[in-house]
């Protein structure tokens, strides 16, 4: 069964068609990597599946339960969704710990030691177990993503979105959250990631997916994408 | 910097140069301090209306006679401010909420709200004192308030909260929009997302521009005296008529600026400190 299916996706903004008919099927602990070039359409997909954007057409299904039907509550479905954003992630008026816990504590109701408690074994985890008392502005640009990471996790959503985590950091950054990223792969976690680090999408993805002007062109396994793509705008987009 | 570190001969000369630069431009300061405050004392007292202006706006005796009521005029001015100014920021920022609800269900709300900011922000307080202060006793309704102070303290509340309530909706507003899709992607509600991550950084945002009109509120309270009751500008007025000096006009004038001055200077080091925070962000 699958975790999340994305049935004939439409969003335009006024008359520019940014998704058009976008169809798509992730399965438990799948990786799927969207790329494509810049305004191709990766984060509206992705807010979309969020409910952070209405769809204009189609319908999005997590755990067969249809999330863009207009009666469900979006807040409910976003405490099952994670996702990180390219920056602005962190809340500047609040210490790492509480940024992390907020949400457990307000949303779903976890006491505040236990929620403090499991924040610091993440932070622990991906090593920041020195910053839970640091405000956001205190971190450097690679900590404060992988803090924005650890807060997306700490409500153990289904399915964790990433839009271009590391394209708002200087390359010596770039490991230190690729290397959560690929940590959280092996833990099971399901993820969509929209990226413009093609050979950590080829090593990291079980499925690549080729997004031109709103469509998806093409999809499969990264060796088939990246060394014999089919669709020659894919070509093109890949090879120069 | 290490315990084993010692200062290089570069850097001893360069912090010698630097404390001479800074007694350079004390003294600096302090000379031309001197030279302006004893040219102005010199003009204004060579000047031919000097002595009969000395004896009417700063004759001491009048002072000293006049102070004591004055003074316990200001006690009310103080204490109709105290009172005016928490309720003035508890509804300043509702009116701010309520004009950004979006949810149609409180479409009127919002009218309401929009309509309040646009007409009692432009009635002069003068003028709303006069409105409050005799029309409300004028309707004879059962339960309205008679006394003059509560009249005045609810007509400074009316317009100043309007301002507030702005004030209040332009640091919502200065929140990145990514705040709020961080927030609700975490789960969290429109009302949570304004408590704990929207309105929490805009006041941070607004606290100088809302000390000012504190300041501002601080100096307005002194029309209550159109109303009647024996504030620090009504004291002094009495005694005025009595004496025919104004002395104890500047004596009161003094008070106002006395309690202004810290809130100045307390806006200065909030935004100076909100500054550094910012450079070291
Ligand atoms: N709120 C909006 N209003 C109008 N147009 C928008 C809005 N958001 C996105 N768009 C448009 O939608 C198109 C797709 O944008 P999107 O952000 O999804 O691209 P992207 O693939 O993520 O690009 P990038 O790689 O640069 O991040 C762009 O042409 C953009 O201008
Ligand atoms: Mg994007």
Redo the contacts between chains.
């Keep these: 069964m699958a975790l999340l299916t994305i049935d004939g996706v439409w969003k335009r903004y006024r008359h520019h068609n940014v998704l058009r008919g976008v169809d798509l099927t992730v399965d438990p602990h799948e990786v799927v990597c969207l790329i494509g070039a810049s305004g191709s359409g990766k984060s509206t997909l992705l807010r979309c599946v969020n409910l952070l954007e209405t769809v204009d057409d189609g319908a999005i299904y997590l755990d067969d339960q249809e999330i863009t039907d207009v009666r469900v509550n979006p807040d409910q479905i976003r405490q099952r969704i994670g996702i990180v954003f390219q920056a602005y992630n962190l809340f500047p008026h609040m210490t790492v710990l509480d940024n992390i816990t907020l949400a457990p504590r307000k949303v779903h109701g976890v006491p505040r030691p236990q929620a403090e408690a499991q924040a610091r074994d993440l932070l622990a985890r991906f090593g920041l177990a020195d910053k839970s008392g640091t405000y956001p502005d205190r971190l450097s640009g690679g900590q404060q993503q992988r803090v924005a990471i650890i807060r997306a996790l700490a409500t153990h959503p289904r399915l964790l979105l990433l839009d271009e985590v590391t394209s708002a950091l200087d390359p010596t950054l770039v490991n230190e959250v690729l290397g959560i990223i690929r940590e959280l792969k092996q833990s099971g976690m399901t993820m969509i990631l929209a990226t413009h680090e093609m050979s950590f999408a080829r090593d990291i993805a079980d499925t690549i997916c080729f997004l031109d002007q709103g469509t998806l062109l093409e999809h499969g396994p990264p060796a088939q994408i990246f060394d014999a793509p089919q669709n020659p705008r894919t070509r093109e987009f890949l090879y120069g | 910097m290490s315990a084993d570190w010692v200062k290089s001969d570069r850097q001893l000369a360069r912090e010698a140069l630097l404390r001479a630069r800074g007694r350079r431009s004390l003294s600096a300061a302090t000379i031309s301090t001197i030279v302006v405050v004893v040219v102005v004392v010199v003009l204004v007292a060579a000047s031919p209306g000097w002595p009969r202006v000395q004896d009417t706006f700063f004759n001491w005796d009048a002072l000293v006679t006049a102070l004591p009521d004055v003074l316990r005029g200001f006690l009310l001015n103080v204490m109709i401010f105290m009172i005016a100014e928490p309720i003035v920021l508890v509804l300043g920022l509702g009116v701010a909420l309520v004009r950004g609800l979006r949810a149609p269900v409180f479409f009127p709300l919002r009218v309401l709200a929009v309509l309040y900011t646009d007409i009692f922000r432009g009635i002069p307080v003068i003028l709303l004192v006069y409105l409050v202060g005799f029309g409300i006793p004028a309707l004879q309704l059962q339960g309205t308030p008679g006394d003059p102070v509560t009249l005045g303290i609810i007509a400074l509340v009316l317009s100043y909260t309007s301002f507030v309530a702005e004030v209040f909706r332009s640091g919502i507003n200065s929140i990145?929009p990514?705040?709020l899709?961080?927030?609700?992607?975490?789960?969290?509600?429109h009302a949570?997302t304004m408590r704990?991550?929207v309105v929490?950084?805009a006041i941070?945002r607004v606290v100088p521009p809302l000390l000012n009109d504190f300041a501002s509120l601080q100096k307005d309270s002194a029309l209550v005296a159109l109303l009647g009751p024996l504030e620090a500008l009504r004291q002094a007025q009495i005694h005025v008529a009595k004496t025919f000096n104004y002395t104890p006009y500047v004596g009161a004038a003094l008070l106002f600026v006395a309690l202004t001055v810290p809130l100045a200077r307390f806006t200065d080091h909030l935004a100076a400190r909100a500054a550094q925070?910012r450079g070291?962000?």
């Design positions: 990145h990514s705040q899709a961080a927030a609700r992607s975490l789960g969290l509600t949570q704990h991550i929490p950084q941070r925070q070291g962000g």
